[in-house]
Every structure is written in structure tokens, then in C-alpha cells.
């Protein structure tokens, strides 16, 4: 464990070399956030009784937290390890005697100090400007965001598995970004999807992603609904933490250890 | 250097010949992409069903008049895609690995070569019309109240979006030139375009003049559409337009002279 830890702090230390990146990165990220914001605003603006324009802002900024913290937001971790593969740096990784898949994750959370830091902020900012109205939500909040964590790690493994089959799989990562943005509930919080299309997107693990941790934070009351977000969850965390490690050992096999 | 309108679409042609061949190399790559920006439509389509289906107007627009203003701004992606961002890229590229060296020294217009160096037509053209026809499909165009004289406006207004928009991309590019990096600081000036799914209306007071003026990010797309469906004085927003452009081409001129003079090469 030690080992993983000194792992985190040399990409933490070496994160904190470049403070220009981090600044742009936060800029990036409020420019970002401002226009999000600008379109609910112009929503409300038109449409004054379908939701409070704090509790819409509190919802994403909590969201965007939650994807922050978890590491899930574009699959980047699944797109270094795609970078490793096709240049063969992997291998490098693959002839020492570690986990290379906790190796590989200590390496990239530490990396992203700046990330977690602006989304504890923009997560307390959330909580601020709209309270948890059940003290209970704020003791299950922390499980989801766990299982969050667990599922996003897990589909990023899948992600990066895909650099194995095929060099040129950067758009990959794409198609997951997209599809992730909507049926998470990133841009649209899926209680405003119509019914059909939130039945079928609240059985796929992409709500795990943001919606299920937000909607369980800001919800009222703590009811069979909540049991239910948190139960799908721990479900997808474990398929997806399960099948993506059986996936990756299957993978390496097919390595062919470009720069060996 | 004196350089004919003939020698520039000579090197045109050479640039577009060499992209081509550049894009067709990665078979896997080429299929993905167009999976990629097809999802990206589909679920931006889904976006904007989901959206009405709790309103019946966003800024004024209506659902259709929103589909419509999704056709024209991946019009403008694609556009940009295929001469803008991707040159720029190149260029802090070339200036941080001395590669300009070798383009300073032929006997070319420097400037218009590291504008137009990668045209990238065939991929882009692959990608896009098979999106652009799809959402043009879910348009109802009898709904689409407009004329030929502000659909000939919008696209000229369309055309000086993308031109001020390249040069302000351009410009936040030129700190290379000084500092020796500039990817983080023309990311940001990408992410300030990023305001794709606001039409110009819900653009107000001073936002919306920065966003015009000192940002051209509302001129290509916005601007046009609201011309082309009659919510926008035709002639106020040409003329604006066309302002905008002209004092963004002079700057990115200025900016390139400046920049030069202090380019000192990677290789020497």
C-alpha cells in the first residue's frame, strides 16, 4: 500500500511542477461551468415554474463534482492507458513486479490533485447553495460516490482495454463520452427525460456516474427510490470492477509489446 | 515575395492532396471517427428532444428552429475542423520544434501556408454529411420561415464567423512565439467557443457584445441562424459581421509580423 502511495505523491509533486497547466485547467473548467449555468438560466428565464434556478445550479455543480472526484469525466484514465499501449510504454510497466492496474490508477489520481481540489470546492459550493433538506443523505452520499468511483474506474479499464485490439481507438472514448454525457445525467438530470427514455437509461451503469450520487444528496426524503439508486450502484461497481480486471488479464495476452 | 492568386491554389491543392493521403492511412481510425460525431449528433438530438419535451420554447426558438440551429452549428464544426484548429495546432507545433525554420525559408506566403497547411476535406466530408443529413432529415423545413435574401446574408455572415473565429484562435496561439508553449492557452480559447447549444437570444446586454465583438464565437453559427430565421436586423448583423472580421484579420496580421520578429528558432 505504501508503494501506491509514494506512486501518488511523485504525480502529485510532479502535477504541482507546472501551475500554469493547473490554471488553465481551472479556467477551462469555470468558462465551462458559466455556460452550462447560462443555459439553465436562460431555461428558467422562459420556463419559471419547472425548477428553482439554485437548485438546477446546486445539481451541477454537485454533478461535475462527482465526476471530477470520481475520475469518470471523459474516460481519461482509459485514455492513458490507450496512449500507453499504442506507444508501447506499457511494457515498461509490465516487466516490473507490480499490480499494474493499481500502479497505473495511484499514478493518474495523483496526477489529478488540481481536479479533486476544484471539485471539493464546487462540491461544497453545491451543498451550500442547496442543503441536503434529510441528514441521512449526507451519511449514504459518501457510499455512492464509493461505488462511483468503483464503476467509473471499471469502465475506464474497458476503455483502455479497447488500445489492445485496435492502435487508433481514440474516438472510442469518444462515443463513450457522449453517450456518457446525456444518459448520466451531466447535461439533463434524468427526472426531466421522459419516462421511456429514463426507464431504459436508469438500467444502463451510466446514471452511476452522476445522477444516482446527486439525485441521493438532493433528495428530499430517503425512500425506496434511494435504496434503489444506491442497490444499482453496488451492482454496476461490481460487474464492472469484476468483468474489466477478467478482461484485462484476457487482453494482455494478446499484447504484442510495441517498443520491447 | 511576390506570390500569384494561381501559386496559392496550386499550394492549396498540395496541402489537400497531402492530407488526404494522410487521412486514409488509418482504416480503424477513419470508421471511428465518423461513429464518434454521428453518437455526438444523436445524442445532442436526444439533448433537444428531452429539453422540449419540458418546454415549449428555449430563447425564443422553438424545436424545429432548435434543430436548425444544430444543423448550423455543425456546420461550423466541421468547417473549422477542416482548415482551422487543426492548422493552428500545427503551427505551435512547428514554431516549439523549430519546424518553422524550413517554412520561413521556401518561397512561400508563410502566413497563408501555416493557415492552409493540412486542408482536411476528405475525413471531414466523410464525417459530416452523412450528421448533417441526418438532422437535416429531422428538420420539418415548411416550418422554416425565411427567404433567399437572408439565407445569402446568414451565410456570409457564417463565413466571417469562421474567418474572425480563426484569427482569435490564431492569436491565442502566438504566445509560442514568446513564451515557447501555448496548447493550455489556445485550449482556452476553445472552450470559450463552446457555447454551441445557446442561441444568439439568449445572449444578452453585455454578454452578448463581448461574445460578438471582443469573442467572436456567436458570429458563425448564431448570428447567422438568427439572420436566416428573421429574429435579427439582416443588415445591422452583416455589417457587424463584417466589422468584426476586418479588425480580427488585421490583428492576426499585426499579431504574425510581431510574433515573427521575435522567433528565435527551436533548431539553431
Known sequence: MKFYLDIFKFSFLEEFAYPV???????????????????????????????TFEHIVAYFLVSEAIQDLTFTTGGRFGRDIQKMIKSGTLSNYLVKPVNILRFLYASFIGGRTSVTIYAVITLFLGIFLYPPKEPMTLLLFP???????IAGAGINIFLGIVGFYSPEAGSIKNVYEHVSKILSGALVPLSYFPAVIKNIATFTPFPVLSYFPTSILQE????????????????????????????????????????? | MFVTLKDRVNLLQTNAVNSYRVQTAYFFENWASLASTTFYVLTMLLFIKIIYSNVNSFAGYTENEMFFFILFG??????????????ILSMIDSVRSGELDLILSKPLPSLFF??????SLVNRVKDGIPNLLLIALIINWRDIHTSLGLVLIGLIIFICGQLSWHCFRFLFA?????????????????????????????????????????IPALIAAQMSVSVILGKSDPIQSLIISVLVTTIFLILKQVGWIIALKNYSSASS
Open chain 1, 21 to 51: 497547466e493547473i490554471l488553465a485547467f481551472t479556467i477551462r473548467k469555470l468558462i465551462n461551468l458559466g455556460f452550462l449555468i447560462l443555459f439553465w438560466f436562460v431555461i428558467s428565464s422562459s420556463n419559471p415554474k419547472l425548477f
Open chain 1, 143 to 149: 457510499i455512492s460516490l464509493l461505488f462511483t468511483a
Open chain 1, 220 to 260: 428530499g426524503q430517503v425512500n425506496h427510490d434511494t435504496f434503489l439508486k444506491l442497490g444499482l450502484s453496488a451492482f454496476w461497481a461490481v460487474v464492472l470492477l469484476v468483468t474489466s480486471n477478467i478482461a484485462w488479464k484476457r487482453a494482455l495476452r494478446n499484447y504484442d509489446g510495441v517498443g520491447i
Open chain 2, 74 to 87: 455543425q456546420l461550423n464544426f466541421y468547417t473549422d475542423w477542416i482548415w482551422n484548429t487543426n492548422n
Open chain 2, 114 to 119: 501555416v493557415t492552409f497547411r493540412d486542408i
Open chain 2, 174 to 214: 502566438l504566445p509560442v512565439f514568446f513564451i515557447g508553449q501555448s496548447s493550455q492557452i489556445f485550449q482556452i480559447s476553445g472552450t470559450l467557443g463552446a457555447t454551441n447549444d445557446i442561441p444568439l437570444e439568449g445572449f444578452t446586454g453585455s454578454l452578448r457584445t463581448v461574445f460578438i465583438s471582443i
